[in-house]
Structures are given as structure tokens and as C-alpha cells.
């Protein structure tokens, strides 16, 4: 089976700080992508970065980038320089490359941004 | 350019009865997901579909009926809604091309079931 464990339900930090949020992932697969998605209060789903499996640079985008590693199936998002915006439910998910197009979601991680 | 749409955004109905609720995307993508989002479970998957005419179950397809008969709409309907059916539901679509594997979002239709 194929499963995506975020095992922080709850996070909370000041604006300006940094924070990690953290994702593991079961698949027998090799080829996949990840990917971490935003949720504000809004409830739309936001991508914040896709990371390709085959490639071993962490892909970063703006103040928010990723802990790559694959043989331990980890997969976290670090935010820097938190901002009041960045409050929202974060969710890792997984996409095999073959086969039908099936995200995998974690249950989600709440992060609030405090001033 | 309205991207992917959902309607209702918010639809109270009754246990028993008939619920469709509708997705419309304006891409042209070939594959369209329709999942639900509940507390402490993600979203999970209810059902897919490849093409226009060719659909198949996730995770959680029991209680649940899709068709697509047009590429641009994936409606899915409740046939005999229950209370654990409660939940806000995502529509969400892709391209055929796979270089990125992103799935665009709707806004969602938070369903209640009484």
C-alpha cells in the first residue's frame, strides 16, 4: 500500500521564523513525484513545490524548499522567514509516474503563523 | 479564463436522498479526480477519469456515481446520501502530458449530510 504519514497535526511559530514540516512516505515504486500543497482558510489548494524522485537536488522555490531523502522516504518542507500568509493546513502528497495519476495525501499538518 | 469550477459551493441536503454535485474545468486535461477531505484523513480519492467515457474507483468509490460523457465535466452524485458522507469534496484535473504531474484544484463543495 501506498501512504503518506505527516506526523505533526499542529504547528505554531512567530512570523519571521523558520519552520519544518515533516512527511514521510511508504511506496515500492522508484519513480514518483512529491509534491506539498497549501490550504488556507480559503479551503483552494495551493501548490508550493513538486519534487522529481530521480533527481537528487532538493528543488526550492522563494523562502520554501525541501529535505529530500529518498532511501529514508523523507520528505519535509522548511519554510524561511514565516510570514502571517504562510497560516494554512500543508499537505505532502506522492504521484506515481506510471499508472493512473493517483495523488497520495498526507492528513495534513495545521500551521499557524503568529505576529 | 474559469479554470475548474465546482457548483454548489455549499449543499445541505438529507439522508436518502439524491446529491449530484458538478465539476467543469475549461483546460482541455484529460484526467479529472474527484476526492474528499475529512479530518484527520487528507484527501483521499474517490474516484478518476483517464478520458471522456473512461472512469475508475480510489480509495473510497461505495455510495458514490460518476460519469463523463463531455472532457470539460465530471459530475458526481450521491445516490442515497448518508451522514458519513459528510465531507468537503475536491474536483481537481490534469494534463495528459506528465513532465509535471500537477493536479489543479476547484474551490471545493462542503457537503452536509442531516
Redesign the interface.
Known amino acids: 500500500a501506498q501512504t ?1 504519514t ?1 506526523s505533526q497535526p499542529e504547528m505554531s511559530v512567530q512570523e519571521a521564523e523558520t519552520v519544518t514540516l515533516s512527511c514521510t512516505y511508504d511506496t515500492s515504486e522508484n519513480n514518483y ?1 512529491l ?1 506539498w500543497y497549501k490550504q488556507p482558510p ?4 495551493i ?1 508550493v513545490i ?1 519534487q522529481e524522485a530521480y533527481k537528487q537536488q532538493n528543488a526550492t522555490e522563494n523562502r520554501f524548499s525541501v529535505n529530500f531523502q529518498k532511501a529514508a522516504k523523507s520528505f519535509s518542507l522548511k519554510i524561511s522567514d514565516s510570514q502571517l500568509g504562510d497560516t494554512a493546513m500543508y ?1 505532502c ?1 506522492f ?1 506515481i ?1 506510471q499508472g ?4 497520495v ?4 499538518t495545521r500551521l499557524t503563523i503568529n505576529p | 479564463d474559469a479554470g475548474i469550477t465546482q457548483s454548489p459551493r455549499y449543499k445541505i441536503t438529507e439522508t436518502g436522498r439524491q446529491v449530484t454535485l458538478m465539476c467543469h474545468q475549461t483546460w482541455s486535461h484529460s ?1 479529472m ?1 474527484w ?1 474528499r477531505q475529512d479530518l ?6 474517490i474516484y ?1 477519469s ?1 478520458a471522456a467515457d473512461i472512469t ?1 474507483k ?1 480509495e473510497v468509490p461505495d455510495g458514490y456515481v460518476v460519469s463523463r460523457s463531455k472532457t470539460e465535466n465530471f459530475p458526481l452524485t450521491l445516490e442515497s446520501a448518508t451522514r458519513s458522507q459528510t465531507s ?1 469534496y ?1 474536483c ?1 484535473s ?1 494534463p495528459l502530458d ?1 513532465r ?4 489543479f ?1 476547484g ?2 463543495t462542503r457537503l452536509t449530510v442531516l
Open positions: 503518506v505527516q513525484y509534491f480559503s479551503r483552494q489548494m501548490l513538486r499537505f502528497a504521484i509516474i493512473a495519476q493517483k495523488l495525501f498526507g492528513q495534513g | 484526467y479526480f476526492y484527520g484523513h487528507g484527501l483521499r480519492l478518476y483517464a475508475d480510489g468537503v475536491f481537481a490534469s506528465r509535471y504531474n500537477e493536479q484544484f474551490p471545493g
